[in-house]
């Protein structure tokens, strides 16, 4: 290779190299932040959508849980199934109207297609949608795989999705249960058909899944997934589509179904690269995914690509043009250099070889023209090239010993490696192309339980069987690289337990060496699993209730009063509940405690019983007397807490309080701002046990609520059937004037009606239910509200939709503005987003109260009312933008830069706290990373406007919040 060559390609590579290394750092980095941005955004997708579901068939579950016990059906069930096959019969008449004037507006208000009654026998008796009738009655249900009315009788029971081959919608679900008499004996299932189509929808809705994305769901089936739902690419799909698991197709639908959650790169049912995120919903047994296709989610980074190699191309081309014409002003003199040389190693040593170049070649040139004319000291030369032999030598043995020096080192460096491979905490492995295990770390050794000795030379299958691993190795396909996956490892003793598995690969020597670093996860699982079954608890225990009869024996108990007394239910039921008492009061208190009830029903206190391990506590006590129709009692309702940690965390309370005052004096000049953190701190802790009290009202309500609807349509019934029964009355009196000696009769008669005022009850009776149907409902519609308001006790940050947050919070400040102002709402079309959903609804609350204050204070003694103007937009890209403008005094100037400031308000005494605001902003600015500013003009109104990110993410300072 000649110089100029060798000068162009030095040239080339020193050029060349860093930008191709630059370019491929930055294609690799860009690659993996859009990979976990992608990853990110669709597992908040699937995590959004199974929650949605899981609500769905959660309010499905407390629908049939209400009818279970409405009185009409077990009042009127047993009579549709004796007169079954005599349809026409006055009491089976009598029987259906009655239940459809409870169960068509039930149908119709929750959105199901039908309400079904199943006689014991499974036959269908009863149906709410009319056009049902002809096919489903002395039917069983249309459920495909039959399983409903025996599963129903059993307990709730969700059904498989069916294809609905008799309405016009496309596809149905029952949710069945048990329906027990009024004499507690079994009468029959209840069925409520459900609409799948909005369901559906949702899960179909491709927003924020690009022009390939889609949500799918699907179940298993005698060893394969079965898809549920149209999909994008295959709109014929639901029901006919099948992938047999283990298949290599498919595989995150293969993993939801299974029971897994995770997401990553993957194959789709089309055997088309994939990101996705895969869910298993337990309650249905189904698997959903949220995915989109790699050529789109990376299209940003394959359009970088072309523009990263139409720049190096370009670079290419300029430093190849340089190095050429670079390496030919080196080579031309050196040429030159070389043809003297030739010419004076021939012997003519007059030639000159000297070039008039300034730069080293030339003065080389210029040394070669003296060597020659120096021929003659050729011994002197001779003498001076010894010494520099010498030099030479002693470079060289440098060298070596410096070479020595380094190898040392090496060696050194390479037994600290091995003594942090050895001391590491995770299970450290390294594996060849033959799968065979070449180190095994002491690590491993305790998690796996083979020595080094055992295991070295093995197959790495004996440890674990991970396809992707296998897969990774032999072709490169769907890389771990630096991510890690969940999976199982098998122990020595032929424990599986679950791991943790990260793989990386080193090319050594022109072989692939695999790393594997695995840890332990077995103790993880565990505390997720003890973290659900405390949440489960947490969620099921409220108050112990005990039931007893009249004698006093306890007939059942709930698991809060093992809880808290220490008794089994098994230990409890038939005994009395003396065995509880503390012997802290004599007989006189019980007896009087007794007689309250006697003479009112019900008694309420604190009282000290003690628990079964002998321990104290007290608790707050309430008993009821249950009576029946005839007002003899039944049966008593004991219901009570556990203060005793409260009576306790008061005294701490008021031990505190002493030792602040003590200290007062000391901390004077910091008492203002430790006075306003404890103050927002209850009312923080004041507002999460309003929201815990308020889910819990709601919750509580709900149930009452459907027992006096049902209660009103009996009482309206009987009064339809009492108003027929006294025109029968007045029809006999009428006859018996025709007959002598009646007269008496008729005059008590008379009397009796005008005593009764009748006309009057016949009159206004009717419309009284009709306003309590309305009240029923309205208080249903808030008690809803209250629930979603509320959000109690939530620690993590959750993807909601603020305009039902808004809706809601409305609804729950209607008495604060109802008199004083009118509401218009101009709700825009917003994405989810990511917030403290009850901090969100809290700040929303004081600004609508802050309003209606504001108008409140224009508009008394007057009939006139405000406006409250609240609007949502899209400000931009990132941000959702909340507006709430009032029309009322507006804020004094002077005084605006200090309405964000702690205990500072306008209100009159006793009306605020100065908090309101204050916390709002903290809510907004410095756990959500929003802006809360107002704009204000005296005389004309307030506007306040909150800008929240949809991602969580900052999207301003805190000055721009005032």
Not at 199 to 206: A, E, K, L, P, S
Request: with cysteine; glycine share 6%; hydrophobic share 40%.
């Amino acid at each position: 290779m000649t110089i100029k060559s060798k000068l162009i390609l030095s040239f080339l590579t020193i050029a060349i190299v860093p930008v191709l290394l630059v370019e491929s750092w930055t294609i690799y980095q860009s690659e993996k932040a859009l990979e976990v941005a992608r990853i990110a955004g669709l597992e908040t997708i699937a995590d959004l959508k199974v929650d949605k579901i899981e609500t769905f068939f959660i309010e499905r579950e407390a629908d049939i849980k209400a009818a279970q016990h409405y009185f009409n059906i077990k009042t009127h069930l047993p009579t549709l199934t004796r007169l079954a096959n005599d349809r026409s019969h006055p009491d089976y008449i009598e029987a259906k109207k009655s239940l459809d004037r409870q169960l068509k507006p039930f149908t119709l208000i929750s959105g199901y297609i039908d309400v079904m009654l199943v006689n014991p026998e499974g036959d269908i008796v009863y149906v709410t949608n009319d056009e049902h009738a002809k096919f489903d009655l002395d039917h069983t249900l249309p459920d495909h795989d039959g399983r409903a009315f025996e599963e129903g009788r059993k307990g709730i029971y969700f059904s498989k999705i069916f294809v609905n081959d008799v309405a016009d919608i496309s596809y149905g679900m029952l949710v069945t249960a048990p329906l027990i008499d009024l004499q507690g004996r079994f009468s029959g299932v209840i069925a409520l058909e459900v609409d799948m189509a909005a369901i559906y929808q949702f899960i179909q809705d491709t927003t924020g899944l690009g022009q390939t994305g889609e949500t799918l769901i699907a179940t298993k089936v005698d060893g394969a997934v079965l898809f549920l739902n149209p999909l994008r690419h295959d709109e014929d799909a639901s029901f006919k589509r099948k992938v047999a698991i283990g298949s290599h197709s498919a595989f995150p639908i293969q993993e939801a179904v299974l029971g897994r959650k995770g997401a990553g790169l993957s194959i789709d049912y089309r055997k088309e690269k994939i990101i996705a995120a895969w869910r298993y919903i337990p309650t249905l047994n189904w698997g959903l995914v949220a995915k989109i296709d790699e050529k789109e989610a990376f299209a940003s980074v394959t359009q970088l690509k072309r523009q990263i190699f139409m720049f190096a191309g370009i670079v290419l081309f300029l430093v190849t043009s340089l190095g050429v014409a670079f390496a030919s002003s080196i080579a031309k003199p050196i040429l030159a250099l070389q043809k003297g040389m030739e010419i004076v190693g021939a012997g003519n040593l007059d030639y000159k070889v000297g070039t008039d170049a300034q730069d080293e070649i030339g003065q080389l040139s210029r040394v070669f023209v003296k060597m020659t004319e120096s021929l003659a000291n050729i011994s002197s030369a001779r003498e001076a090239l010894t010494m520099d032999l010498k030099k030479t030598n002693q470079s060289l043995q440098q060298e070596i010993r410096d070479r020595e020096k380094a190898e040392t080192e090496a060696r050194k460096s390479e037994a600290t490696i091995n003594s942090i491979l050895e001391t590491a905490a995770d299970a450290i492995i390294t594996i060849g192309e033959s799968e065979l295990v070449k180190t095994f770390n002491h690590a491993a050794e305790g998690i796996f339980g083979y020595t080094p000795d055992e295991i070295i030379g093995q197959n790495i299958s004996i440890l674990m069987s991970e396809r992707h691993l296998l897969r990774y190795m032999k072709s490169g396909e769907s890389m771990i690289g630096d991510a890690s996956r969940e999976t199982l490892g098998k122990r020595k003793d032929g424990l599986i337990f679950p791991i943790d598995l990260s793989v990386s690969k080193v090319d050594l020597n022109h072989r692939q060496i695999f790393t594997l670093i695995v840890r332990d996860i077995t103790w993880r699982k565990q505390v997720k699993k003890e973290q659900r079954l405390a949440a489960i608890v947490f969620d099921a225990c409220t108050e112990a209730i005990t039931i007893t009869d009249t004698q006093g024996n306890i007939l059942s108990v709930n698991p809060a009063f093992s809880l808290i007394t220490g008794y089994s239910a098994e230990e409890v039921i038939g005994k009395n509940p003396k065995i509880l008492q503390s012997g802290r009061y004599d007989s006189a208190f019980y007896k009087s405690m007794w007689d309250k009830i006697a003479v009112t029903g019900h008694w309420q206190g604190e009282i000290w019983n003690r628990r079964k391990d002998g321990s104290v506590y007290e608790e707050t006590l309430s008993i009821s007397a249950v009576r029946d129709k005839q007002e003899k009692v039944t049966h008593y309702i004991a219901m009570f807490s556990d203060i005793s940690e409260q009576k306790r965390a008061a005294k701490k309370l008021n031990r505190l309080n002493h030792d602040l005052k003590s200290a007062n004096s000391k901390l004077s000049d910091e008492m203002s701002e430790r006075e306003r953190i404890e103050t927002e701190l209850r009312l923080a802790q004041k507002l999460e046990a309003v929201g815990q009290l308020a889910a819990g009202i709601a919750h509580e309500i709900n149930t009452p609520m459907q027992y006096l609807g049902d209660n009103v349509h009996f009482l309206k019934t009987a009064f339809e059937d009492y108003s027929e029964l006294v025109g029968k009355y007045k029809q006999v009196c009428l006859a018996l004037k025709q007959f002598p000696g009646q007269e008496a009769v008729l005059d008590e008669v008379k009397e009796a009606e005008d005593l009764a005022d009748l006309p009057y009850l016949e009159e206004h009776l009717p419309q009284s239910f009709e306003r309590t149907f309305e009240g029923i409902e309205r208080v249903s519609e808030i008690v809803k509200a209250m629930k979603d308001f509320s959000h109690p006790d939530q620690r993590e940050k959750a993807v909601t939709d603020l305009n039902k947050g808004i809706a809601n919070t409305l609804t729950v400040a209607k008495n604060e503005y109802k008199y004083v102002a009118d509401v218009e709402t101009a709700f825009g079309e917003l994405p989810p987003v990511m917030c403290h959903v009850g901090e969100i609804n809290q700040v929303f609350l004081n600004l609508i109260v802050n309003a209606a204050h504001a108008i409140g204070g224009v508009v008394k003694d007057t009939q006139e009312k405000g406006q409250i103007h609240i609007r949502t937009e899209m400000e931009n890209e990132n941000t959702v933008l909340i507006t709430v403008r009032d029309t009322g005094g507006g804020i004094p100037e002077k005084i605006r830069d200090r309405v964000f400031d702690p205990f500072f308000t306008t209100k009159e005494v006793g009306r605020g706290t100065g908090q309101g605001l204050a916390i709002s902003r903290s809510a907004v600015v410095d756990k959500h990373g929003g802006s809360l500013s107002l704009e204000s003009e005296t005389g004309e109104g307030t506007t306040f406007f909150v800008r929240l990110p949809i991602d969580g993410k900052a999207i301003a300072t805190e000055e721009q919040c005032r």
